[in-house]
């Protein structure tokens, strides 16, 4: 049988301090919102799609305006993140890509198809999504899948829940955050890159950082 994609699940509901949702909220409506260009190399669009519509918040603002999110992320979720691993995991020691928030709002964003550089990823749910309200993650089970019709035929969905954070490789796996579908819906996640002992930082394309940064 060809091993699936998986990921590992963590339930913070109840360990989140009480106003997490709403710092977070109003960190997201301080988004960047524009169409970024898709990325180079790691991109699984369509050719004919040149940008995509989305928010973010940068990590240097995450830094700024939740600090004990990006305190988590290099203790407690590095601590969690460790458990979903088999080898020793680390946070990025570039702040540049470490910690940012992706936010969609309304029915025109979504999240780029692509695959990860990075060999772990955490993402920190932070609204939630009835079914069919759009907004789900979606991992191609096909490695090979270059765009978001390819990833739709044959995937594993992942409907946000707030508060739960998950681990996963993407590196294989081509994936996406489908778009909202209310004009009025918000989606927030915290998107955390990990390295490891065997897939340190300095694996990362030097070409991802001067597209994201444009510096090396
Ligand atoms: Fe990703």
Redesign the pocket.
Known sequence: MRSGFRWTTFDLTSSLSGDWQQEIAAAAAEAEFREFPRTPILSRESQDVQYIFRGRVHASDVRRNLPWLYRLYREDFLELAQEACAEPVMAARDDRYGIVLNVQRGTEMRFEC???SNPL?GLLFCTDHLAGAGGELVFAHDSAAADIDAVDRDCSVIRPHAGHLIFFD?RDHP?YARPLLSWSDVRIVA?MNFYTKSFPESTRPQELNHHLFGQR
């Open positions: 692509h695959v990860d990823t993407g994936h998107v």
